[in-house]
């Protein structure tokens, strides 16, 4: 470890490059098609139809359709495990895929896997509770057990791969899928491991779910037009588009990655991370947990905010946050916010929950193989205070050299991620 000048510790020298990224979304089930949704503004946003939506204020979402599990798992385990755990898989699945990576060839016991959601397992209990209510105890299978585990995705995962360092879960809310990509890369740097396979899933289209933030008035009820409804940043904002979906990364030490011929998108420079301790939905008014998060970020990676070329905000269009976020950015970066620029993306790909900062990564390493912006589509009529250049409704050719991808969830939590070109 090497010593900064006021006392800190820096991150060891080894560094850490992606080499894979898998994508299952409503709006692509792969990485290219995913891509060019984003790129193009193609919302994934549609008519609920998991279940009956009609009597509750928000009918639509970023549902996902076309996706068969059977081509990732076997059918026993598809008709046992949710939704979030099979997107999770099929996800780990194509990120592997696309690394070219032959897990075989390599030493399982040098390869970690960390897998982030925060509702997992309530499709399983709601499913099973009015069975429990109608025969009793008995009739619970011990299989409930294994649906309903927090940690079956990760579990599944690391069979499916034969990984033997070592399959963690986590839930951080909606700062989930940001953090687990620097806790895998800290793991690297560190020298535990080599290799990570690392990313989040979520599947919230539960009717409870959906119901619950409905009441909490956080998701657009703009039904009459689906693709339209999420507005980020925008004056006619009324909360975001409930999504589903995984993104997973295959994540290397870079001698380790060039020696074995890898193909990389971007090399991992930093992550930040924060608490506010403030409340339990909103966020601190005056963005002190964000702003911390990109302070610690920008130091451990031994940048300067000026570095920064492009951000992907959290952007959920509810009504405070997206003021406060965008103040936070604006007060942080001074005069080099005019040179950002930044774009909201949940408008295409949904709210995904912890699944967010993970899928919301991957276009920031996509941003950097490809120098395009994607743009922050439905922006009409930007708040009046808003300074930002939020690229609005068409994507925009770029030099991108470093990209930071933004989250926050509930509790406080805030994630910062920082990728640079290699």
């Known amino acids: 470890m090497n010593q900064s000048a006021d006392g800190g510790r820096f991150e060891s020298e080894r560094k850490v490059v992606i080499t894979g990224i898998g994508i299952i979304s409503a709006c692509g089930l792969t990485v290219k098609s995913f891509w060019e949704s984003v790129v193009n503004g193609r919302s994934g946003a ?43 898989v099929a996800a780990s699945m194509e990120a592997v895929a696309d690394a070219r990576l032959n897990i075989k060839k390599i030493d399982v016991d040098r390869i970690g896997l960390i897998h982030a959601n925060s509702l997992e397992g309530m499709e399983s209990a709601f499913q099973v509770y009015p069975t429990f209510e109608k025969h009793g105890y008995r009739k619970l299978g011990p299989e409930f057990l294994l649906n309903n585990y927090f940690g079956a995705a990760s579990g599944e995962i690391a069979m499916v791969h034969g990984i033997r360092g070592h399959a963690i879960t986590y839930s951080a809310g909606s700062a989930s899928g940001s953090d687990v990509i620097t806790l895998a890369a800290d793991m690297i740097r560190g020298g535990d491991t080599d290799l990570m396979l690392v990313g989040a899933s979520e599947a919230p289209l539960l009717v409870q779910v959906v119901a619950g933030f409905c009441n909490a008035r956080v998701i657009t009820r703009r039904n009459d037009d689906p693709k339209r409804a999420m507005r980020a940043f925008d004056e006619d904002r009324d909360g975001f588009l409930l999504g ?17 011929g890898a193909e990389i998108y971007a090399e991992f420079a930093s992550g930040g991370r924060s608490c506010e301790a403030y409340h339990a939905v909103n966020i601190h008014p005056d963005g002190i947990g964000i702003k911390k998060c990109i302070e610690k970020a920008l130091k451990k990676a031994r940048l300067d905010h000026t570095q920064i070329d492009y951000i992907n905000a959290h952007g959920t269009a509810t009504d405070f946050n997206d003021v406060i976020e965008a103040n936070a950015i604006t007060n942080f970066f001074g005069k080099h916010s005019d040179k950002i620029s930044v774009s909201a993306t949940k408008p295409v790909t949904g709210h995904l929950l912890a699944a967010s900062g993970a899928i919301e990564t991957a276009i920031c390493a996509l941003v950097i193989r490809h120098q395009i912006i994607p743009p922050t589509i439905n922006l009409r009529k930007p708040f009046a205070t808003l300074t930002l250049d939020l690229v609005p409704n068409v994507a925009r050719p770029f030099p991108v050299n470093v990209a930071m991808n933004l989250n926050a969830g509930f509790g406080g939590k805030n994630s910062c991620v920082i990728l640079k070109k290699l």
């Open 46 to 88: 549609k008519y609920i139809t998991r279940f009956d939506a009609s009597n509750l204020p928000s009918k639509i979402a970023a549902e996902i359709t076309g996706f068969d599990c059977d081509n990732y798992i076997s059918h026993k385990k598809n008709k046992r495990y949710d939704l979030g755990v099979k997107y999770a």
């Open 244 to 260: 589903e979906g995984s993104a997973f990364f295959v994540l290397e030490e870079k001698s380790f990655a060039l020696g074995r």
